[in-house]
Nanobody
Framework: QVHLVESGGGLVQAGDSVRLSCKAS????????MGWFRQAPGKDREFVAA????????YRADSVKGRFTISRDRAKNTLYLQMNSLKPEDTAVYYC?????????????????WGQGTQVTVSS
């Protein structure tokens, strides 16, 4: 059975940095795309970043590019999201997702596997 477990969230102040981790188990995702989505209170879940199976990085251009960096450790079957210069509007539950057999890396419905999420709260 596949499990994705996020960690690293918490309460931080504006301007701080946080690194989220997503540990996968049950199968290897070394040749799959993986991504991060987030859901703020009262809003729909939205794409944050993805990394393709060959290592190309994709970002939500308007709000996180230049501040967030997605990476992966194939040997550890782990996905990361380094978040710098955090803002209160980054407050959300952050979800890890894996495997896009067809469709778009930007679309949540196209991912096969999901974690339970980790809360990131940024105070001003």
């Amino acid at each position: 059975q596949v499990h994705l477990v996020e960690s690293g969230g918490g309460l931080v102040q504006a301007g701080d940095s946080v690194r989220l981790s997503c540990k996968a188990s049950g199968r290897a995702f070394s040749q799959d795309a993986m991504g991060w989505f987030r859901q703020a209170p009262g809003k729909d879940r939205e794409f944050v970043a993805a990394i393709t199976w060959i290592g190309n990085e994709l970002y939500r251009a308007d709000s996180v590019k230049g501040r967030f960096t997605i990476s992966r450790d194939r040997a550890k079957n782990t996905l990361y999201l380094q978040m710098n210069s955090l803002k209160p509007e980054d407050t959300a539950v952050y979800y890890c997702a894996a495997s896009v057999p067809r469709g778009s890396y930007y679309v949540q419905d196209d991912y096969e596997y999901w974690g339970q999420g980790t809360q990131v709260t940024v105070s001003s």
